[in-house]
């Protein structure tokens, strides 16, 4: 396995959470005799490298995406879209990627869908009692350019863009981390469920609780009327959860 290849397995389970792997040690190319199984005392233990540098900020994530071309998604877009809010927010928005309007604004959730998604935060927060605007939390995507035609995000392009995304909810460290989605949904937890069956229920990244819920596009169309209602109940208690 080349060093590469090394490298991508490491992320990939550390973004499922471990944080160190055992390895046997290998064994001899012409053994001169018949060796003893493998005993625990013979594991090595491989500590992985942090997912984010150390001192991480979010000015430090922007220079470092620069003017990204580091997957086919940069071919198409405007504008890269880093994320907008309160950086130091207990309560993030993760969605799956830019649309036109947010493409051609460059700020995320912008369009009809991005308005839905502000009535519903503060609508909800104001019935509940607590006091919440729009600009107090954090809203992200997975992926920071648009997807041609707003098609699903390849899971490369998922991959290779994740790896900003996951340095800024390292650098904020929220509370809860709301999905809105489903792809965003699969991105951060790892389950492969539909949106509706992963909706109203919690989740992890690392170990920040995620609740899914679905995406304010889905909840515009006339007929998912039952489904706006079960993501304002899925709001609800998701503000309880970080600000009672
Ligand atoms: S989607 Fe992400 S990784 Fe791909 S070009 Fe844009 S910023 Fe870079």
Redesign the pocket.
Known sequence: MDADTLRQYLEFYQDLGIKSLYRQSAPSPVPAEPQPPATASAAIVMDLPPLAPTGDTMLQIMQD?GD????????A?SR?VFGVGNEQSPLVFVGE?PGADEDAQGIPFVGRAGQLLTQMIEGTAKKEGIELLRKDIYIANV???R?PENRT?EPD?ME??G??LHRQLSVIRPKVICTLGGTAARALTGHKEGVTKMRGRWFKWQDIPVMVTYHPSYLLRAYNQEAKREAWEDLKKILHYVYD
């Open positions: 995406i990204c071309r580091r997957c086919r998604l940069c071919e877009r890269i990627g992926v920071k350019c997807p995000p392009e290779i863009c790896q900003f």
